[in-house]
């Protein structure tokens, strides 16, 4: 299940995704059928599954459209056919026109059509697969929904930039993996300081422990998204304040594998607020625009269990971007909040081609 809440609505709007075990995503192509006990039995088959069907699930980040099937009539060794080879099971209970989209997302996903890729014309594709425009139109609209493309009138349909879907939470979090060269954090501010009691104490720091507070800008494709107050140990986080130089990006291999620190689970709250001068200089919007400021403690993982990591306070551009939290499907009581950008903010960002 998830949850999305959208910074250009009003507050409180929310957009509520249900997950439904009856939904069954079928790959539509004529050398693929579905296998399953459920609809066979309905069906009166009782025959079984043979060995090499396979189940796969939806990835992370993504609306959960329930289990997906998916199997290969080819003999071992034959490649699998090129788009253009494929056919359309007209007697699938499937509509031609989400057969014809799964088509379409499989070339996009295989990295057989890569970003910025122009996919066939509508008369092109209606021709090719003998099916109506309107049966062409349908399929592109779910893939632009998915914002898998984005359509340009007057030039035509292309394969949009991955999207993006990261985890809410502190600095620490950015620095779980790898950041692409889109990805920058800048550091504004660097400081060894004596902070207030809620911070030390969620910190589990000693009265006279040194804390480190770094301020950092987060950017996609140079535009900037948000500003990270966070608060560590400053003995536990000696590497990163080395790695820090105020004016500078974090170096983007830097990670927190490569000094012994694995996060565990995160405690966090979002709410709305307006940003101050500081903010909106940063982000290039006007003084008191809406912003989502999330404050969060990161918690990494020891040898007794967990201790916390980071204390952070930070402020997302509301104009631009929307929150998910998402229910783990494995521990009904966990949710992770994700970020990722509003609808037709990809011209902002240069999504497109």
Not at 95 to 113: D, M, N, R
Not at 287 to 309: I, K, M, N, Q, W
Request: charged share 25%; with cysteine.
């Amino acid at each position: 299940m998830g949850l999305a809440f959208e910074g250009h609505r009003a507050a409180g709007a929310a957009l509520l995704f249900a997950r439904s075990n009856d939904l069954v995503h079928v790959p539509p192509f004529a050398f693929c059928q579905l296998w399953d006990s459920d609809l066979r039995t309905r069906s009166g088959d009782t025959r079984e599954a043979p060995s090499r069907w396979r189940e796969t699930r939806e990835r992370p980040g993504r609306v959960n459209r329930g289990p997906t099937y998916t199997c290969s009539m080819l003999p071992e060794g034959t490649s699998p056919p090129s788009f253009w080879e494929l056919q359309l099971d007209r007697h699938s209970f499937v509509p031609l026109y989400y057969q014809l989209q799964e088509a379409l997302k499989q070339q996009i996903e295989s990295g057989v059509w890569k970003a910025g890729d122009a996919l066939p014309s509508e008369p092109e594709l209606a021709r090719r697969f003998s099916v109506s425009r309107v049966v062409v139109r349908q399929a592109l609209a779910i893939l632009e929904d998915d914002r898998q493309i984005v359509r340009i009138r007057g030039r035509g349909t292309f394969v949009a930039q991955p999207k993006l879907d990261y985890r809410a939470g502190g600095l620490s979090r950015l620095l779980a993996t790898p950041r692409g060269a889109d990805v920058a954090v800048q550091v504004l501010d660097k400081r060894t300081i004596k902070v207030e009691r809620s911070i030390s104490e969620a910190l589990e720091a000693a009265p006279s422990e040194d804390v480190a507070r770094l301020t950092t800008l987060l950017s996609l494709r140079g535009v900037p998204l948000a500003i990270s107050y966070s608060f560590f140990l400053r003995h536990e986080v000696a590497w990163l304040v080395d790695a820090a130089h105020v004016g500078r990006s974090l170096p983007s291999d830097l990670t927190l594998a490569q000094h012994g620190v694995e996060l565990e689970r995160s405690q966090l709250s979002i709410e709305t607020s307006q940003c101050g001068q500081f903010e909106a200089d940063r982000f290039g919007i006007p003084h008191r625009s809406a912003v989502f400021l999330v404050l969060c403690t990161e918690h990494r993982r020891t040898d007794e269990g967990t201790a916390p990591f980071e204390v952070a306070r930070v402020e997302y551009r509301g104009d631009i971007m929307q929150f998910r939290l998402e229910v783990s499907p494995t521990d009904t009581d966990a949710l992770a909040a994700t970020w990722t950008f509003n609808e037709g903010v990809e011209t902002l960002v240069g999504a497109l081609p």
